[in-house]
């Protein structure tokens, strides 16, 4: 039974920063992928970015320069340093685990909530 367990988020203030983490276990394979993905209510989960087993990144154009996306294979841990945060960065933040072997095998968080306010 595989496990997302996310850690982090909470309140800032605009121009403030927040670290997410994320730990991927009980699988018998390797993450090919992990990354983050936000949703507001109403809206379609979008990537926020995101990170393969090689290291290569992929980040939305709304956070790039401003968030960092890191992880450690051998711990299937990843990390969203997310830096001048703005009130459009509020949302709920999923952290996501994918397997792809012929095809994607997707494990999600249960999110946590990134409120940026003043």
């Known amino acids: 039974q595989v496990q997302v367990v996310e850690s982090g988020g909470g309140l800032v203030q605009p121009g403030g920063s927040l670290r997410l983490s994320c730990e991927a276990s009980?699988?018998?394979?390797?993450?090919?992928?992990m990354g983050w993905y936000r949703q507001a209510p109403g809206r379609q989960r979008e990537l926020v970015a995101s990170?393969?087993?090689?290291?290569?990144?992929n980040y939305a154009d709304s956070v790039k320069g401003r968030f960092t996306i890191s992880r450690d294979n051998a711990k299937n841990t990843v990390v969203l340093q997310m830096n001048s945060l703005k009130p459009e960065d509020t949302d709920v933040y999923y952290c996501?685990?994918?397997?792809?072997?012929?095809?994607?095998?997707?494990?999600w968080g249960q999110g946590t909530q990134v409120t940026v306010s003043s």
């Open positions: 009980g699988s018998r394979f390797s993450f090919d992928d």
């Open positions: 996501n685990a994918a397997i792809v072997f012929g095809r994607r095998w997707d494990y």
């Open positions: 990170i393969t087993s090689g290291g290569s990144t």
